[in-house]
C-alpha cells in the first residue's frame, strides 16, 4: 500500500498565482486533514474532513479552501498565494475511532516569493 | 481548547545516554496522547500512543513513555541513544471532539553525539 500520498512535493509559486495540493490515501479512511508546519510552532490544522462531500475549517484556514469529491482524496487551494504561506504542507488521514493513529504524507515544501 | 508544551526546543545527549523528551498536556477529558518522529524531509511516523490501557506505553524502536495524569505528563524516554535517533519528536494530544484532529506541541529536536 502506497499510504498517504502527496503531489507535487515541492513548487515556488509567485506572490498572487494560485496552486491545488493534491492528497490520495489508499487506506479507506474517512477523515483527512490538511496541517501546515512552520518552525517551532509545531503542527496547525488548516482543514479537515470527516468524509466525503464534507469539509470543515481548522485553526489556520484564512488563505485556503479544501475539497474532498472521492472519499480517497483531498485537495488544498491556494487561490491567490502570500509570503505567509511558505510553510511545508502535511496530509494525514486516520479511521473513525477514538485514539486511532493518524497517517501522513512525505509533505509538500511550498515556497512563495 | 487542549494544547501541548514540549519543554525544550533542542535537547543533545551523548550516544549510549538516556534520552528524556518531556510532553506537558491539558485536556478537559481523559486524552488520547501519541508521539510522532520526523526524519528529515520525511513525513511523521507514529512512535507510540496512549491507550488507557497501561500507563507505561512501549513504542517502536526502543521508545517508551508514561501517562502521568496527576502531572498532566507524557514524557517520551529510552534508555540509550543511538545515532539514528537524531529527529525531531511531536507530542500530539486527539481532539475529544468528533473532528479527531491533532494538536500538536512545537517539537522537540534531538541530536546524538557520538
Known amino acids: 500500500n502506497a499510504g498517504v500520498t502527496q503531489t507535487p512535493k515541492f513548487r515556488v509559486l509567485k506572490t498572487g498565482q494560485s496552486m491545488t495540493l493534491l492528497c490520495a490515501q489508499d487506506?479507506?479512511?474517512?477523515?483527512m486533514y490538511w496541517y501546515r508546519q512552520d518552525p517551532g510552532m509545531g503542527l496547525r490544522l488548516i482543514h479537515y474532513?470527516?468524509?466525503?462531500?464534507?469539509?470543515a475549517k481548522g485553526e489556520v484556514p484564512d488563505g485556503y479552501n479544501v475539497s474532498r469529491l472521492k472519499k480517497q482524496n483531498f485537495l488544498l487551494g491556494l487561490e491567490s498565494a502570500a509570503p505567509s504561506q511558505t510553510s511545508v504542507y502535511f496530509c494525514?488521514?486516520?479511521?473513525?475511532?477514538?485514539?486511532?493513529?493518524?497517517?501522513f504524507g512525505q509533505g509538500t515544501r511550498l515556497t512563495v516569493v | 481548547a487542549q494544547s501541548v508544551t514540549q519543554l525544550g526546543s533542542h535537547v543533545s545527549v551523548s550516544e549510549g545516554a538516556l534520552v528524556l523528551l518531556r510532553c506537558n498536556y491539558s485536556?478537559?477529558?481523559?486524552?488520547?496522547l501519541f508521539w510522532y518522529v520526523q526524519y528529515p524531509n520525511q513525513g511523521l511516523q507514529l512512535l507510540l500512543k496512549?491507550?488507557?490501557?497501561?500507563?507505561l506505553v512501549k513504542g517502536i524502536n526502543g521508545f517508551e513513555a508514561e501517562f502521568k495524569k496527576s502531572e498532566t505528563s507524557f514524557h517520551l524516554t529510552k534508555p540509550s541513544a543511538h545515532m539514528s535517533d537524531a529527529a525531531e519528536y511531536f507530542c500530539?494530544?486527539?481532539?475529544?471532539?468528533?473532528?479527531?484532529?491533532?494538536?500538536f506541541g512545537s517539537g522537540t529536536r534531538l541530536q546524538v553525539q557520538p
Open positions: 500530539a494530544v486527539s481532539d475529544d471532539t468528533g473532528r479527531r484532529a491533532l494538536t
Open positions: 485536556s478537559s477529558v481523559p486524552p488520547y
Open positions: 496512549y491507550t488507557s490501557a497501561a500507563t
Open positions: 494525514a488521514s486516520t479511521m473513525r475511532g477514538g485514539n486511532t493513529e493518524a497517517f
Open positions: 474532513s470527516v468524509g466525503e462531500g464534507t469539509t
Open positions: 487506506m479507506n479512511h474517512e477523515y
